[in-house]
């Protein structure tokens, strides 16, 4: 079996067979999940606080988004010449590396041309959050996902805009063996 950076979930509804992506629909879910509590400042306090050496650019400019990074749930504070101690991050990131996603939220805010802060922001978490290729879910988690992703405002792409889901009817596929 040839591994994949992401995993699918096939089902069958009447003539129409449904691929999803599971990273991708977890990803759409969570996205605005964040988005939407965004104000609630929903943290998690570390068990153990991470220590997190930030480029010297980056340190630079990180008052400019320190109330930001407050505001979606990470607790931090300045320790020494490039490095912070990390005590608390977003709710979503309940088993995501807090270090790895906390460096790139800021990153990703800092390097890029951002219009968006909350917004990019909150696509970064909802990407280092969602589910990852291997993590095995369960029936009623897949189904869970699945009912969360319908209600979504969005559903159709996660939020960095690929599919969650491509729909193959059997005219397609008949077309595809040359059967039509």
Known sequence: KQKTAYEIGVRLVG???CIRDRHAAHERVLYE???SGINQSASQALLNSVVVELDSHLIDSIDSIKDLLADIGFIFEHFGDSSYILRGVPNAFH???PKDGFVDVVTNLLN???DDRRDTA?????CHAA???GQTLSLAEMQELI????ICKQPQTCAHGRPTVIHLNSNYLESQFGRR
């Open 131 to 133: 589910i990852r290729a």
């Open 15 to 17: 003539s129409e067979m």
């Open 95 to 97: 088993s995501s590396d």
């Open 147 to 150: 009912k969360l992703l319908e």
């Open 122 to 126: 909150s696509k970064t978490i909802a």
């Open 112 to 114: 890029e041309n951002v």
């Open 33 to 35: 999940q964040v988005l």
